[in-house]
């Protein structure tokens, strides 16, 4: 089952949720860690569970896992063997479905919005290599090797019981062809949206036309959504254009505040967007966009301000 597609049938708009790292910083959580917020899955897992929480509060109809970083060579570098560290990605869904149930049964209302969902987050390779690669998709893997470094992730974050997978800031297309082979030759009953970085109004983090990958990703069935994340907000509405021209699939965006990230020092700096986050909702939504959230620096308070526009009288 699709769980995109049947919630845009009653719903006009998904409300993702924000960042997790931030969030984590916030409760106090150092990050500054090759292995970033899924170091916390190790040390402090209540408090993920925490996030996924107050998201749900704050509107979203989804859960992102704590899994983006969480991979077994990475854990291997702090000496897991591999049973563990699929342990650990396991319990990112587990945190998930746990804080996604306990709210639902919370709720009075259930007929205002969709029961939220469990995305299990794929980052790219470039983020196991924690040096900003995401961000420049120049790492030379043959489609072959990229397959093999996401399947065990994957399957375990699938047998977990991940509702749908966030294939996110996927830098280079070869990727993305990646992972939708191996989701079509060994997990054909899962769906996934795929979501890239991009460098500016009109092409992917290294370089190619993102009408060009929305182009080959709709051909593919399991490919639920397509669209952008981590990207700064002055670009998304040029880049939503550009997709849609190329596909029939939603498309998802969850841009960042807009600062800059130093993977040296694991920090972000300079000034955000010089637009309001809540200014950009209307525009994303007229160019296309039906599943609108935050990624890094974005809070509680960015995924209420879409929430609340969801539910307005237009």
């Known amino acids: 089952m699709n769980p995109i597609e049947a919630i845009l049938k009653k719903f006009p708009l998904i409300v ?91 709720l009075e209302n259930l007929d205002n919005r969709p029961k939220p969902f469990v995305a299990a987050s794929i980052g790219p390779y470039g983020a196991f290599l924690a040096d900003g690669s995401e961000y420049r998709g120049d790492y030379k893997l043959t489609e072959e090797e ?10 375990a974050l699938i047998e977990a019981g991940a509702e749908v997978l966030a294939c996110e800031t996927i830098p280079n297309m070869i990727e993305a062809k990646a992972i939708v082979r191996l989701l079509e030759e060994e997990f054909p009953e899962i769906y996934a949206w795929i979501s890239f970085s991009a460098k500016d109004d009109l092409h992917i983090s290294n ?26 907000p002055e670009h998304i509405s040029s880049l939503i ?17 807009g600062e800059v990230y130093d993977a040296s020092t694991k920090t972000w700096s300079g000034a955000p967007s010089k637009e309001d986050y809540a200014s950009n909702i209307a ?31 237009r």
């Open 146 to 155: 990229l397959i093999h470094f996401h399947r065990p992730r994957m399957k």
């Open 283 to 313: 525009d994303w939504y007229e160019c296309g966009a039906r599943l609108i959230g935050g990624c890094c620096r974005t809070r509680p308070e960015n995924i209420k301000t879409i929430a609340v526009w969801s539910k307005a009288d």
């Open 241 to 257: 254009k550009s997709i849609t021209g190329h596909t029939d699939k939603p498309i998802v965006v969850y841009p960042n505040l």
């Open 16 to 106: 993702l949720d924000g960042a997790m790292a931030t969030e984590l910083e916030h409760y106090g959580c150092d990050l500054n860690n090759n292995l970033w917020s899924a170091k916390i899955l190790m040390e402090k897992p209540t408090i993920i569970k925490q996030v996924h929480m107050d998201y749900f509060h704050a509107g979203a109809d989804c859960a992102i896992t704590a899994s983006y970083q969480a991979t077994i060579e990475g854990f291997a570098q702090h000496g897991l063997k591999e049973k563990e560290t699929l342990d650990l990605i396991q319990t990112s869904v587990q945190l998930a479905r746990e804080a996604r149930d306990e709210f639902w049964n919370q």
């Open 207 to 232: 370089g190619i036309p993102v009408a060009e990958c929305a182009s080959w990703l709709d051909q593919h069935k399991q490919v639920a959504a397509v669209g952008i994340n981590c990207t700064s």
